[in-house]
């Protein structure tokens, strides 16, 4: 009983000096469910409740900072086995990828007169698309222009912009003359925004009307074979 009293009194004070829960039960040979009994009435300095927040909130912090690298490890691994399933593609792959991209992004031929148009912000696809046009539809660099569509807050940004996709395209800076300028507000959710905005690209194959009509024929082949329609 003298004992019990003893690590009552020992508990009490420890945690007069600002030590938690947990520390007082390293040193204090009792369960929480009593250690709480004791100490539910002990009143500890606004220092040491600081001190017991910033321990909390640490611990939050190294709780999360595990589980982010967990997920980056997770995510590596899971990408690493999907990449090995992606040997090779060849050419009639890469046309039926091209075609499936112009369904998701390109101009459709809703008008007689609609050019081919592939509109995109990811710098990889433009670059899919544009091996698509020259390796699998024989469209020659001369026949390929460019619009960057701007919002007008980046106006001060426009040959930084203009220079970032001629290096993407490989095509000169020539070719980016036409800039279309947004007035709408960019969604803030979007992480493309600040020095990471670049806009959106549009690839256009001049006199290429014929062609459009073309895509969709292939748009309707994919559909038929594929037993949708």
């Given at each position: 009983?003298?004992?019990?009293?003893?690590?009552?009194?020992k508990?009490i004070?420890?945690r007069?000096?600002?030590?938690?829960?947990?520390e007082?039960?390293?040193?204090?040979?009792?369960?929480?469910?009593?250690?709480s009994?004791?100490?539910?009435?002990?009143?500890?300095?606004?220092r040491?409740?600081?001190r017991?927040?910033?321990?909390?909130?640490?611990?939050?912090?190294?709780?999360?900072?595990?589980?982010?690298?967990?997920r980056?490890?997770?995510?590596?691994?899971?990408?690493?086995?999907?990449?090995?399933?992606?040997?090779?593609?060849n050419?009639?792959?890469?046309?039926?990828?091209?075609?499936?991209l112009?369904?998701a992004?390109?101009?459709k031929?809703?008008q007689?007169s609609?050019?081919?148009q592939f509109?995109?912000s990811?710098?990889?696809?433009?670059?899919?698309?544009?091996?698509?046009?020259r390796?699998?539809c024989?469209?020659?660099?001369?026949?390929?222009?460019?619009a960057?569509?701007?919002?007008?807050?980046v106006?001060?940004r426009?040959?930084e912009i203009?220079?970032?996709?001629s290096?993407?395209?490989g095509?000169?800076l020539?070719r980016?003359?036409?800039?279309?300028?947004?007035?709408?507000?960019i969604?803030?959710?979007?992480?493309?925004?600040?020095?990471?905005?670049y806009?959106?690209?549009?690839v256009?194959?001049?006199?290429?009307?014929?062609?459009?009509r073309?895509?969709s024929?292939?748009?309707?082949?994919v559909c038929k074979?594929?037993?949708?329609?």
């Open positions: 009983m003298i004992s019990k009293i003893k690590e009552k009194q508990a004070t420890l007069k000096k600002g030590l938690s829960y947990n007082i039960l390293k040193l204090v040979s009792v369960s929480k469910s009593t250690l009994v004791w100490l539910r009435a002990v009143s500890i300095a606004e040491h409740k600081q017991f927040t910033d321990k909390r909130r640490q611990a939050q912090i190294k709780a999360q900072q595990a589980c982010r690298e967990k980056i490890k997770i995510t590596a691994e899971i990408k690493s086995a999907a990449l090995k399933n992606i040997k090779y593609i050419k009639r792959e890469l046309w039926l990828i091209g075609v499936a112009y369904w992004e390109g101009s031929e809703h007689t609609t050019r081919v509109s995109n990811d710098p990889k696809m433009i670059k899919l698309f544009l091996q698509w046009l390796r699998c024989r469209v020659s660099n001369d026949e390929i222009i460019f960057i569509y701007l919002h007008e807050t106006f001060e426009k040959e203009k220079k970032y996709w290096e993407i395209t095509f000169s020539d980016f003359q036409s800039i279309v300028w947004k007035k709408n507000k969604n803030t959710k979007r992480k493309n925004i600040g020095n990471d905005y806009g959106l690209l549009r256009i194959v001049r006199r290429s009307t014929n062609f459009n073309k895509i024929g292939w748009i309707e082949g074979s594929s037993g949708i329609v």
